[in-house]
């Protein structure tokens, strides 16, 4: 049953993905799954492969946490492929209302992790504003198009896959960011294997690197990192602004559908919904 709920978490953590400004890290924080994943990914090193060459599989399973990785994989792909078309439609049909969903959840995770690991130093705050900082710049500024063909697959897969496990960086949003988007979600769309197995091949890639850093940095810098990390979900709120006009956000009263009484209820909804995942979390 654990695992099923694991399986749940990530497939929250999936559609999570599909939204460019929004992270699958968030969710797997919220939900009290992110330290266990940065570990489970990072064990994955040579001592593996030299037990898996000589045959000791359930050793290796064991190490890597298996049941748990695949779980939460499983749930993330079975998301992708289920929700990509239906979010690409509520974009479409309700940009609005759907913004202001994820607006509320992106907040409410913030101001709980801040609330959870509370301390009045002010060289934490300091690590809060430069995450803010690098939230806001990572969200709105240009990256850069990669080249097209399997190599620029292959380093938006590695580059994605990074911001993807990172609380506030969306790896949807480094996608558009890097012009590789609209390419992913229609190799979804399309059953593309060839390219999807490319950008497979470089999420794997990014997460074997970034994964052993962010394990360094939570076990020796923990409170600066996850003040950071709520900095960086801060940050990306300029990108999940539910009310734009051409593509740059105005305010609710200069929107021609700001729809304001569903906006700010849908932002409490979100905001309950991760206010209970804390709670579920806490007691666990």
Not at 130 to 141: A, E, F, M, W
Not at 206 to 212: C, K
Request: hydrophobic share 60%; with cysteine.
């Amino acid at each position: 049953m654990k695992y099923v709920i694991i399986y749940l978490k990530g497939m929250l953590m999936g559609i999570a993905d599909l939204v460019p400004g929004v992270s699958g890290g968030t969710i797997a924080l919220i939900a009290g799954i992110y330290q266990r994943l940065i570990n489970a990914i990072a064990a994955v090193n040579m001592k593996c492969l030299k037990l898996l060459l000589s045959g000791q599989i359930n050793k290796v399973w064991k190490q890597i946490d298996g049941w748990f990785l695949l779980a939460v994989f499983a749930g993330i792909l079975t998301s992708i492929f289920l929700f990509a078309s239906l979010l690409k439609m509520l974009f479409i049909e309700h940009p609005v209302l759907t913004w202001a969903f994820f607006f509320g959840l992106i907040i409410a995770s913030a101001v709980l992790l801040i609330k959870k690991n509370w301390n009045a130093n002010p060289f934490l705050w300091l690590f809060l504003v430069i995450g803010v900082i690098l939230g806001y710049v990572l969200s709105t500024q240009s990256l850069g198009y990669l080249p097209n063909g399997a190599i620029g697959i292959l380093l938006a897969g590695m580059i994605a896959i990074s911001a993807m496990i990172l609380p506030g960086i969306s790896g949807s949003l480094i996608l558009i960011l890097l012009g590789k988007y609209q390419t992913l979600l229609a190799a979804v769309h399309d059953r593309d294997w060839g390219t999807l197995l490319l950008f497979a091949c470089g999420c794997v890639i990014g997460l074997m690197v970034f994964s052993r850093l962010l394990k360094w940095l939570l076990a020796r810098f923990h409170d600066a990192t996850l003040y950071t990390l709520a900095g960086l979900m801060l940050g990306t709120l300029f990108k999940v602004w539910p009310w734009k006009s051409n593509e740059t956000n105005v305010w609710p009263t200069d929107h021609v559908e700001p729809q304001l009484i569903f906006t700010v209820l849908l932002m409490l909804l979100a905001s309950l919904f991760v206010w209970l995942l804390f709670k579920l979390d806490k007691k666990s």
